[in-house]
């Protein structure tokens, strides 16, 4: 009997201590874009997991348009957002006080697909070409015009097609010859398109990506400025606990997938698929123990998917698939450091487009390492 109640009593302080440190964490939310998805899995690991509660937060996310997480980040109405450099760029050029603090896509996820019989693709070929695009607008227009400048091409030389996010459709119908694509997702949805004999007269693809012709910054973590250096703790921590569950999503794909099941609702979670998953976990969590290196790492992920299409074959991997090329254009020695030069050539990029003007605001004001700097201290 005093066993028993020694138990009960262990167990209702073990509660109260966890209400009492749930009670203690500072309310705080994040303004992503989009809609929830699995591109989004380092936030719910960083929730699910606790990354954030144990710099002190109790994180909320919110999906908005872009330009609303801007504006309110500006404003002062909300301190964190995911926005494109680009936006930064164009939103200080207006004298709106943001800056950049944390890189997340160490890639531009943007690039153009291709009718290639060999996986080859010269995009000199475009010139005359119909290529799609969702719209002349955001990542994809700033990715197109990029690599257009890198290939000595002009817009004027193609025909651009405007076909909203619908690049798998419209280019397995023969409706364009190429299309702008973000190349972590829908090149994988052609494919399988190819796979079951569903892609026209395609017989095969190649893919040209932005960030293997030119390093332009892309999606990272802003502030106002005036937080950053009113309350650079608050900041610290945010930017800190995002490292550690990035950190860990990529690590450990698996976990990563089942910790977005309750974020997610569309994520396909038959019994089967989630009962190898969390071998899949497990197993992983066990490889990580030994410290393996980066490269191990990343091959430990290709033997993921390996093993799940021998178990259940590709249909239900789709979304899985997405997570792990993600993971590749997250993936770096550093995470979270942004470099000058990729602020540049996205100014350059911004310039050619008519946004910017040849005077555009200091870059070097619109990021900072310092906190990332702080996280590997």
Known sequence: MRKILGRALISCFIILSSLG?????LH??????????????????????????????EVTLEHLQEPDVLDLVAAGQADFGIVSGEQVILARA???????????????????????DDGGADLENLTDMTVGIPGRFGASYSGLTTLLQNAGLSEDEIEL????????????????????????????????RLAAGDCGDVRGIAVVSVASRVDLVSNGLIVGADLAGRDP??????????????KATIRNPANAYLASLNFVETLPGEPEFLMLLRELAAEQAAFLATDPSREQIAESRSDMVELLVESLGSDDLTQFEVLLRTIELWDADTLGH????????MSDTLRLMGLLSDAPPDLSASFSNQFVTGIRE
């Open 21 to 25: 440190a749930q009670a203690d964490l």
């Open 28 to 57: 705080e939310r994040i303004l992503l874009t989009f809609i929830p998805n699995i591109q989004f899995a380092p936030f719910y690991v960083g929730i699910a997991d606790g990354h954030f509660a144990r710099q002190g937060f």
């Open 94 to 116: 207006k004298s709106r006080d943001v800056v950049y603090v944390y890189e997340w896509f160490q890639e531009y996820p943007v690039g153009i697909v291709m009718v290639s």
């Open 161 to 192: 097609k405007e076909i909203g996010f619908n690049a798998p459709d419209v280019f397995c119908l023969g409706a364009v010859d190429a299309a702008v694509v973000y190349v972590n997702n829908e090149p994988l949805q052609i494919r399988e």
């Open 233 to 246: 703790d608050k900041v610290q921590g945010i930017a800190s606990g995002f490292d550690s569950a990035l």
């Open 338 to 345: 942004s470099d000058l030069s990729s602020w540049e050539a």
